[in-house]
């Protein structure tokens, strides 16, 4: 159910990864939620990686490369990033909130970057 909640409210939205194999085929191999808060923050919750047996090396570019676009996301919309806060209720459905995460700086800078090449305050 909590996954039919993030597509129905329209301040949740999955990020999600996806690789292209040898044979052109395109595989989602990371996703985060990320909501926007009842103070018009940016929250981002737990990256999943799908393949257990990714190398750590491996699972940290992954979890960068997923920070650095989140980053990106919430400087184009100018929303800041925030750590705690919960999204505004859209709607009576139940959803798996498991805790806003701290953003990595990885996040950060490219949200700081984002604003300052867009000339915007650099609130990240």
Not at 25 to 53: C, E, K, W
Not at 65 to 73: E, H, P, T
Not at 104 to 120: D, G, I, K, M, V
Request: one cysteine or more; charged letters at 20%.
């Amino acid at each position: 159910m909590s996954v039919l909640t993030n597509a129905y409210d329209a301040n949740k939205q999955v990020v999600f990864l996806a690789s292209v194999s040898s044979a052109g085929r395109r595989q989602v191999i990371a996703r985060q939620l990320v909501a926007v808060s009842r103070g018009f923050q940016l929250l981002g919750y737990n990256t999943y990686v799908n393949d257990p047996g990714f190398a750590p090396a491996y699972v940290e570019q992954l979890n960068a490369a997923v920070a650095r676009f989140v980053g990106r996301l919430a400087a184009r919309s100018n929303l800041e990033l925030a750590e705690e806060g919960a999204p505004e209720p859209i709607g009576d459905h139940f959803w798996w909130d498991d805790d806003a995460v701290v953003w990595p700086e990885t996040a950060r800078a490219a949200c700081s970057q984002n604003r300052a090449e867009a000339e915007l305050p650099a609130t990240c």
